[in-house]
Structure formats: structure tokens, C-alpha cells
């Protein structure tokens, strides 16, 4: 694995690529809120949002600017396919601890 | 509906700048339409400031300002823009040549004291160095009390060395007595020889390195010594001298045991040789256990690497309050570092070479005064020459540049500037450094040749110095409103001006200062040499007897022609004095000065006597009359000189009787006021002849001595000199005070005369359409002159005027401490030091504008 991808920073990338078109900062975050029962704030989440354009897995651009937001524009995201390759990554390396482990796990 | 807070987003706004934030405030609006729909109103707004404030520290607000900087208009400086000051600094500075050089020769005349400081200070700092246990090793100093006096000293009482040895803490104690006096007898005469007493772990604690012999061994017998190489060298021209046998003076014979090599001379130390502890002598090993009195005893201890300083310290505190509960003399013990023997607080009998901290303290306020002043004038001539690139400055700030990068771009030029001037200061500093190293008392513990640490000291201070005179022309210039600056508007009436004055006047109040301490110091030097002592001093040859016998050497110098009288005594008189103690049948003993002389002396010296009779020629085995001075008959409340005649005084247990009173005169310094003194009669005590001499050829009558002085003691040479020489000898100090105040005045002088030279030259240049004019509607050269240099004239007057009575009262202050019986400082002092320095300043100016006002109108009107 190339790049570190923090836990959050999984979820981030994994409910962008859910909201599919309609992902942005406000969407983005209460998706995080109902469904992975995770409350971070604004701040935090747009750092972490930040640091995964930095590490290319997430492109921008703005647009949808709406009266509840007072005429401010939106700033959309959509992972990128070094992205969906890191996402991807991560996913195999724990599928692949799931089958390795001689632990039964199951939940009941 | 309500609308979310105003403030929080004012503040996010305001802080993010230039970064794009337009969606981060969307998103919190929209959040807090969101927040509203299920909470209150106080919520959803504080809400919207904990989202307002995340966004204002998050990682990615920082980012995106950081972004923002690099775009179009950017506030920070670039590599690019960097060198782009740069050469614009190097083009500006080629182009105004003259002004350069002048800034950068006052730079680097400014700079130069400072970096003799600096050189000073870096090797100093690399004192003991070379101790492997540097790190562990203390020294005890002692804060004597004794009633009200209370004085700091380096030493420590040798009988606390049991008490420290007790603490777990302490690995080892050393013991060290500087008392060490002996002369080593060799053909060529007597050679001193410095050293110490010390035990043989003083080897172990301190790094030395033994080259022959067993040095612990030899450090723990008596009479054996170790012996520096270069000693060695010196008293038996081998260093092969191991064994060997050196005779000392006071007659005893001590083995060299071992040879060491010679300690570096950045040591805190200072020794040829090293003796066992148990060679110490009586009078020294037996005051070893006394907590009151410890002269030339020092204690160092090596402590445990883990040991706490503090405790150590409290341990110590414990021992003094104990030790002095009961004793009148309060004593108090205090761990010192290595490091900080050196270059710290002032300490009575240090032991070897010490740099006090107040003495640097004094060097570093006059390094300050020189070098403010240099920075001054490059202030001043930059802004002054403000109007020259105002339009370079108003351009850069229309397209886009901000205060931030004008200001850097002003710190760069002075920078270059000022390592220009380093330059120059580093050739003036190798001029100086010898002349400088031979002003100093411990220069022989000193080597200012350059090294990596200094290099770093300097470089550092080049640039803190290039910043110091950069700031304030560059925050004009940061500050300039750029549609003023294209105008050229700026710098009339502006408040650059009158801190341009101020400066100004404050560069010539301190060279005003200079002159006039320089004139007064000169006076007093004359006023010294000119005084009357009270006593005749020409034509008087003193020879020291060194042993000879008095009665010898009288006969032998009354052979030759040119001595008229030969007299006898035991010191020169006015150049030192010595005290004892006396008791009359009623007052307790009081401390009077004496010196012990034979009948011949009063005559030659010219002494009268008001009265009663002289010594006689007979003097007895047994001493039994003093003749006083005035000072003394006063002092005991006797009215009348010829009461005091036949009083007896009990003088070092014996009665003596006054038989004479002579009047007073200088038997002291000047530095001291005349008090009670006596004159003895006790031939053992003659130390030297003094002989009244006439001769046109003090040559032959020199060689004459010697040859004479040969007949009686071959084994010495002859020491004699004249009286008038030795006595002006003692006031060579103030030579070398006028040496320096005359140099440092100066480097002032220096920088004041071309900070004043640039500003005229600045507004001659900018005044040359409206002199021509003048000119061409019939002003005289004089009028122009006068017209140019009465603003110059006026602020020397105020610097006169400030100058005058703060350094006059300031000399006033000094003098009675440098000496007694002192000139003050007369009105003409004050007179004279202006003329010099309106002569110098108006010599500046005038050069200057008499040559704007000479030249043709026409020539500079026509281009027009």
C-alpha cells in the first residue's frame, strides 16, 4: 500500500463516492452524521476533505449555489481514480485479514 | 427568519484574506437553516460559531491561505523576488556611489569597536575549556561581611575543605594557595616565578598533561615542584630537567619532580609551576584552619555528574550559618561554575587572569555609542534621500506590491550596505587588534586571532546591525502612499524630518562629549605633572639599594662629582604610602602613614620645618623621635606646631617623641588627601638612596653610577632613575585614558562629520535650481553660504547646548575619584571643545556649499 488512508479519511472518500453528484460539505457530512453516526465538525471535515485533494484521491469544482446558502456556491466533490484504487486497496487488505483470521469471527 | 451571526462570519472572512472561502460560508448557512429547523434560535447560532471557529483553525483554511499568497498578487517574497532586490540593491547603491561609501565607511568605523568587543567576548567564552570534568567542576566564593562593609572575594577558607568532603555529593575537594613568592638565584640575577600550592588531586580534577615524572608522587613531598616546560626552558634553557635543583631566594633548595606542559593560556589559571601542598610556609599552612581569615586560599570542588547544584548550594548556606552563628565576621559560601569564573560578577584576588563583568558592561555602552551613531547617519541619509526613490516605490506599489516587500526590500539594500562596511571593519579591526590587546591588563591570557566561533559572532552582528539601521527607513518607505509617492509630495513637513534632527543632534552631543572630556583629561594630565608637591622633585636621582648596605652605597655615590648630598629612606616618596598603627596616652590607636628617612632627607627633598629640630647623624641602635606633618598636629587637636614637640606616641609598642613638625606636602598620590603621617629614623628599614644631583650630562653621569654601583653589588643591576621621571610615571594613566578617548572621540568625530556630510551634500544637490537663481537675482557666495549652513549651525548649537552641561557635570562627577586633588572644568574647556567642533562642522559644510554657491547659474539653469 502506497499511501496511508486514515480511518475517517475512508469514510469521507466512501460517502463522496455514495452521494454520487451530490456530494459536497453540508451533504457530505450529514451522510456521515445519520449514517455512520459520526458528528465532526465543519472545520474538521474540510481539512480532511483538503488533505485527500492533496493526495489526489478527490477532485473540485463549485457550482449550485442555493438561496438557503445565500447565494454562496457549493464546492462538489468526486473521487478520482487514484481514489477508487486506494478505497479499493483498503478493502482487499481487510478482506484479506477477514478470511486469514483464525478467529472465528461472526456476528450474531 | 433570523439570519446566522454576522460577527462569526466577519470574523472568517477577515481572516482568511485573500483564500477563497465562499463555499465554507455556504456551508455554514446552510447547516444553520438546517440547525433551525429542529433546535432554537441560541443554538443554531452557536452552532454556527463552533462550525465558524473549526473552519477558522482547520487545516484546511491554512492551506487554502497559503495557496491564496502564491497567486497574482502575492504577499510573501519569492527566491525570484529575492534576487530581484537584490541587484536593484547593488544597481541603487553603484549608481549613488558617494553616498555609499560614505554610509559604509561610517558603518565600518562604527562597526569596528564593536567587533573588537565581539572577539573579545568569543574567546573569553572559551575559557577552561579544556578540563575534561568542565562540566562538574565549582569553585567556592565568599561574601565577606564585616560590620558594614561587605565585599565579594574568590576565595574560600582551606578549613571548609572537611566539611564539603562529608557530602556524598562532593567527589573531590582542592585545595589551592596562591601565596607563592619565591624568586628563583640564577647567575644572571633573581627570575620570579609564578605558582601555586596545591595537592596532588588538583592533577586529577583539573586537565593537565605531565610529560616526566610522577607529578602526584612529587605533590604529595615536600619542597618538590612541577614545572611548566616553558619555565623550564627559561631557568635551565632544556626541558630535560628532571631531578634538578632550583636555589630560591629566601634560601631554600626545591626538586623538580615532574615537567608538565605549559596550561593554555585560556585558563582562569595562571601558573609557571606547581608545589606540594606541603611545602607551603609557616606563616600560610598555620592559618589554614581560620574561618576568618583565608587570604590566597581557594577551594575547588568536582561534584557527582548527578548532582543538584542547588542542593549542593543549600549544603553550603548550612555551613556558613553555622560556622559564623557566633563570630563578628558573617561569611557566605557560594558554588560557582567553571564557566563562570571568567567572564563573571567582580570578585576580589581572583586567582589568575578574570575578564568582570562590569568592565565588559562599560566596553559594551561604548561599542553602543559608536555604533548607534553610524547607524544613525544611515538613516538619515536614506531618508533623506526618500524623494529620490519615492517613484520607485510608488510604481512597485501600484502594480501590486505591499508594504510587507518594500519593507524587505529596503532591509536588503542596508544589508548589502552593511556587509560592505563589515568588510572595512574586519581591515580596521586587524589594525586595531594589537594596540587593543596591549591596553588590556590579562592580554597575555588573550588570542584574538580569528576562529568559527567568532566568524559566526560577526556575521550574526553584521546583519543584527544592517537590520538596527534598515528598520526605520524601511517602514518609511513600507508606509509611503504610493499616489503621494508618484507625485513626489512626500518628505516635506513630514515627521522623518525632525527625527533626522533629533539624530543629528544626538550624533554631535556625544562627539561634543568626547572633545570636551578629551580637553579636561588633558588639563588635569597637566595640571598633575604641574603641581607643586610640596617637595623639590628636579635634580634628584633615586637608586634602589636591593640589598646593598645604606652606609655603602652613601659612601661609594658621595665619591662622584655631580652628587652634592645623598639622603636616605625606605620608598619613593608620592608615589605609594604605608600605614601603621599608633596610640597616644589617651585616644585608642588610630592608622597613620609613616616612612622611615635619615637626617639628610628633609634638606634634599626641601622640606621645612616649622618646628622644633631634624633627625641627627647619630642615630641610635634604638629608634626615639618622629617628626610629623601639619595634617598630624591637627588631626590630635594640638593647637599649636610647637605644642606638639615632646608628646610621645606608643608606635609598634615602642614610645617614640616627636621632635619636629614639618609642613605639609604630597607624601601620596594626588588620588589621596593629605593626612597624618611621621617620618622614623631606623636605618635597617632604608630601602633607597636618593641623591641631589647637577650635572649637564645625565649620559655619562648614568654610566658612572653603574660602574660604581658594580664595585658594591655585581650581582644585581643598578635601578636608578630621576625622581621627576618616577613621580610622572604615576600619572601615566592618564596617557593611556587620553590615548583612548582621543581615539574613540575620533571614530565619533568620524561618523558625525560624514553623517553631516551626506545630508549636505543630499540638500545641496536638491537645492542647486534655487541657489542658481538666487544668484542670478544677486545673492553674494556669502549669503548662499550662509542661507545653506544656518540649519546645520543651528542643531550643532543645540548639541553644544545639550552636550555642555551633562558632560561638564559628568566630568565633575568623575574627577574626585580619579584624584583628590583634582582641576574641575572651567568655562573656557567648554569654549574651546565648541570651537573645535564648529570649526570642524562648518569646515564640512562649507566644502560643500561653497561649492554650489561658486558655481555658474547658467550652467545649471540652461538644461531647463
Not at chain 1, 99 to 106: A, E, F, H, P
Not at chain 2, 237 to 264: C, I, R
Not at chain 2, 787 to 813: D, F, H, N, Q, R
Amino acid at each position: 500500500m502506497k499511501t496511508y488512508l486514515g480511518e475517517l479519511e475512508e469514510l469521507v472518500l466512501l460517502t463522496i463516492a455514495a452521494l454520487g453528484e451530490e456530494a459536497y460539505g453540508v451533504s457530505i457530512q450529514q451522510d456521515l452524521e445519520t449514517r455512520c453516526n459520526r458528528n465532526i465538525s465543519i472545520g474538521a471535515l474540510h481539512s480532511t476533505i483538503t488533505r485527500l485533494e492533496e493526495k489526489g484521491f478527490l477532485k473540485s469544482w463549485l457550482g449550485g449555489a442555493t438561496q438557503e446558502r445565500g447565494g454562496r456556491s457549493k464546492r462538489f466533490y468526486e473521487i478520482t481514480q487514484a481514489g477508487k484504487k486506494a478505497v479499493a486497496e483498503a478493502k482487499s487488505m481487510r478482506d484479506e485479514l477477514w478470511t486469514l483470521s483464525k478467529v472465528k469471527l461472526s456476528v450474531k | 427568519m433570523t439570519q446566522p451571526p454576522k460577527l462569526a462570519r466577519k470574523i472568517l472572512e477577515w481572516f482568511a484574506a485573500a483564500a477563497f472561502v465562499e463555499d465554507m460560508l455556504g456551508d455554514l448557512d446552510e447547516l444553520y437553516f438546517i440547525h433551525l429547523k429542529t433546535k432554537s434560535t441560541a443554538v443554531a447560532k452557536l452552532l454556527y460559531w463552533r462550525g465558524a471557529m473549526s473552519l477558522l483553525f482547520s487545516y484546511a483554511l491554512k492551506k487554502r491561505k497559503a495557496k491564496a499568497s502564491l497567486g497574482l498578487y502575492s504577499s510573501s517574497i519569492s527566491m525570484g523576488l529575492l534576487r530581484n532586490y537584490f541587484k536593484v540593491a547593488v544597481r541603487s547603491l553603484y549608481q549613488h556611489k558617494y553616498f555609499t561609501i560614505l554610509n559604509a565607511f561610517g558603518l565600518a568605523v562604527g562597526m569596528s569597536i564593536s567587533l573588537l568587543l565581539l572577539s573579545l567576548i568569543s574567546y573569553v567564552q572559551t575559557y577552561d575549556d579544556f578540563h575534561t570534568n568542565r562540566e562538574s567542576i565549582y569553585t567556592i566564593i565568599s561574601e565577606r561581611t564585616e560590620g558594614v562593609e561587605q565585599l565579594a572575594w574568590a576565595l574560600a577558607p582551606h578549613v571548609l575543605a572537611d566539611k564539603l568532603s562529608e557530602n556524598s555529593n562532593v567527589k573531590a575537594v582542592v585545595r589551592i594557595n596562591s601565596y607563592f613568592r619565591e624568586e628563583v638565584k640564577l647567575p644572571q640575577g633573581l627570575i620570579p616565578l609564578r605558582g601555586y600550592y596545591v595537592e596532588p588531586n588538583f592533577l586529577d580534577v583539573f586537565t593537565y598533561q605531565v610529560t616526566q615524572g610522577n607529578a602526584r608522587a612529587t605533590l604529595s613531598q615536600p619542597n618538590h615542584i612541577v614545572i611548566t616546560e616553558s619555565a623550564a626552558l627559561k631557568i635551565f634553557n632544556t626541558t630535560h630537567v628532571l631531578g634538578k635543583t632550583l636555589e630560591l631566594n629566601t634560601g631554600g633548595l626545591v626538586v623538580v619532580g615532574a615537567v608538565m606542559k605549559d596550561h593554555p593560556i585560556n585558563s582562569h589559571f595562571d601558573f609557571e609551576l606547581l608545589a606540594s601542598f606541603a611545602s607551603l610556609p609557616q606563616p600560610q599552612a598555620s592559618i589554614s584552619d581560620q574561618w576568618t581569615y583565608f587570604d590566597f586560599q581557594y577551594l575547588y570542588v568536582l561534584l557527582e555528574q548527578t548532582a543538584s547544584v542547588s542542593d549542593f548550594q543549600s549544603y553550603l548556606d548550612k555551613i556558613s550559618d553555622d560556622t559564623y552563628a557566633k563570630l563578628p565576621v558573617k561569611v557566605a559560601f557560594q558554588a560557582q561554575h567553571l564557566n563562570d569564573i571568567a567572564l563573571g560578577p567582580d570578585l576580589r584576588m581572583a586567582i589568575g587572569p578574570k575578564w568582570e563583568a562590569s568592565g565588559m558592561i562599560v566596553f559594551a555602552v561604548i561599542a553602543a555609542m559608536i555604533l548607534l551613531p553610524a547607524c544613525f547617519n544611515y538613516t538619515n541619509i536614506s531618508i533623506a534621500r526618500a524623494l529620490k526613490r519615492a517613484k520607485e516605490i510608488g510604481l512597485r506599489k501600484t502594480l501590486g506590491g505591499v508594504k510587507f516587500q518594500v519593507f524587505f526590500q529596503f532591509i536588503t539594500e542596508t544589508v548589502v550596505v552593511t556587509f560592505i562596511a563589515f568588510i572595512g571593519a574586519l581591515v580596521l579591526f586587524y589594525f586595531m587588534r594589537t594596540e587593543f590587546q596591549k591596553m588590556l591588563v590579562a592580554s597575555n591570557a588573550l588570542d584574538l586571532s580569528l576562529t568559527v566561533r567568532m566568524a559566526c559572532y560577526f556575521l550574526l552582528f553584521a546583519l543584527g546591525t544592517g537590520l538596527v539601521a534598515g528598520i526605520f527607513p524601511a517602514l518609511y518607505f513600507g508606509g509611503l502612499n504610493p499616489i503621494q509617492a508618484l507625485k513626489n509630495k512626500v518628505h516635506k513637513g513630514s515627521s522623518a524630518m525632525r527625527v533626522r534632527k533629533v539624530l543629528t543632534v544626538f550624533q554631535f552631543i556625544l562627539s561634543f562629549g568626547f572633545i570636551l572630556s578629551l580637553v579636561v583629561f588633558n588639563r588635569q594630565y597637566q595640571y598633575s605633572l604641574n603641581f607643586n608637591f610640596g617637595f623639590a622633585k628636579e635634580n634628584i636621582v633615586n637608586v634602589a639599594l636591593q640589598g646593598t648596605a645604606p652606609h655603602l652605597v652613601k659612601n661609594e655615590f658621595s665619591k662622584l662629582a655631580p652628587v652634592q648630598s645623598v639622603a636616605m629612606s625606605s620608598q619613593v616618596m608620592g608615589l605609594g604610602y604605608y600605614n601603621t598603627w599608633i596610640k597616644d596616652s589617651e585616644n585608642d590607636s588610630t592608622e597613620v602613614a609613616h616612612m622611615y628617612v635619615d637626617d639628610n632627607y628633609i634638606p634634599l627633598f626641601g622640606l621645612t620645618l616649622i618646628a622644633g629640630t631634624n633627625f641627627t647623624a647619630e642615630a641610635g641602635l634604638v629608634e626615639k623621635f618622629i617628626i610629623v606633618n601639619e595634617a598630624f598636629v591637627n588631626e590630635y587637636k594640638i593647637a599649636t606646631p610647637v605644642e606638639a614637640i615632646g608628646k610621645t606616641y606608643n608606635v609598634e609598642g615602642s614610645e617614640l617623641q616627636v621632635i619636629g613638625v614639618v609642613k605639609n606636602f604630597h607624601f601620596a598620590p594626588l588620588r589621596y588627601p593629605i593626612k597624618k603621617f611621621f617620618f622614623r629614623n631606623n636605618p635597617a628599614k632604608f630601602t633607597y638612596a636618593h641623591l641631589k644631583v647637577s650635572t649637564a650630562d645625565a649620559f655619562t653621569m648614568f654610566t658612572d653610577f653603574e660602574t660604581h654601583w658594580n664595585n658594591l653589588n655585581p650581582e644585581q643591576k643598578v635601578a636608578a632613575s630621576f625622581f621627576e621621571d618616577d613621580l610622572n610615571d604615576g600619572y601615566n594613566h592618564y596617557v593611556v585614558l587620553l590615548k583612548i578617548i582621543g581615539f574613540l572621540g575620533l571614530l565619533a568625530l568620524t561618523i558625525s562629520v560624514l553623517g553631516l556630510l551626506g545630508m549636505v551634500v543630499y540638500s545641496a544637490e536638491t537645492k542647486v535650481k534655487e541657489i542658481s537663481i538666487r544668484k542670478v537675482f544677486g545673492a553674494s557666495v556669502l549669503n548662499l553660504n550662509y542661507m545653506l549652513s544656518k540649519e546645520y549651525l543651528k542643531l550643532i548649537v543645540w548639541a553644544v547646548g545639550i552636550s555642555a552641561p551633562v558632560t561638564a557635570y559628568l566630568i565633575y562627577l568623575v574627577l574626585p575619584h580619579l584624584q583628590y586633588y583634582s582641576t574641575t572644568v572651567s568655562l573656557w574647556d567648554v569654549v574651546i571643545s565648541t570651537a573645535i567642533l564648529l570649526g570642524l562642522a562648518m569646515l564640512t559644510v562649507w566644502s560643500q556649499t561653497n561649492k554650489v554657491a561658486m558655481a555658474n547659474p547658467a550652467d545649471t539653469l540652461r538644461s531647463e
